[in-house]
Nanobody, 124 residues
Framework: QVQLVESGGGLVQAGGSLRLSCAAS????????MGWFRQAPGKERDFVAA????????YYAASVKGRFTISRDNAKNTVYLQMNSLKPDDTAVYYC?????????????????WGQGTQVTVSS
């Protein structure tokens, strides 16, 4: 079983930046893809970005492409989400997720493990 812990959330002003971290522990040998999702109050959990664990293949939601960057450090079992040019619409709880297959997917049902989330609030 994989345990995921997010950190790095907080309150920032519009136009600012944050970097989120997701540390994976436990049985990570069958984890091939890592992703970030976000959920605002009263809304569904939406895909943000994903990265393959064994290579540098990445994929982004259209709403964040060009502003957010997903990266990884395999030696530390850690995935990052660098968020620049933040907007109030980016306000949400951000979740880290792990998928046990190598192909990138963008639906919550395609991921097998989840962290508890970290709050990101962007003020105007």
């Amino acid at each position: 079983q994989v345990q995921l812990v997010e950190s790095g959330g907080g309150l920032v002003q519009a136009g600012g930046s944050l970097r989120l971290s997701c540390a994976a522990s436990g049985r990570t040998f069958n984890t091939y893809t890592m992703g970030w999702f976000r959920q605002a109050p009263g809304k569904e959990r939406d895909f943000v970005a994903a990265i393959s664990w064994s290579d540098v293949n990445t994929y982004y939601a259209a709403s964040v492409k060009g502003r957010f960057t997903i990266s990884r450090d395999n030696a530390k079992n850690t995935v990052y989400l660098q968020m620049n040019s933040l907007k109030p619409d980016d306000t949400a709880v951000y979740y880290c997720a792990a998928r046990n297959r190598p192909s990138i997917r963008t639906y919550t049902a395609d991921f097998d493990s989840w962290g508890q989330g970290t709050q990101v609030t962007v003020s105007s």
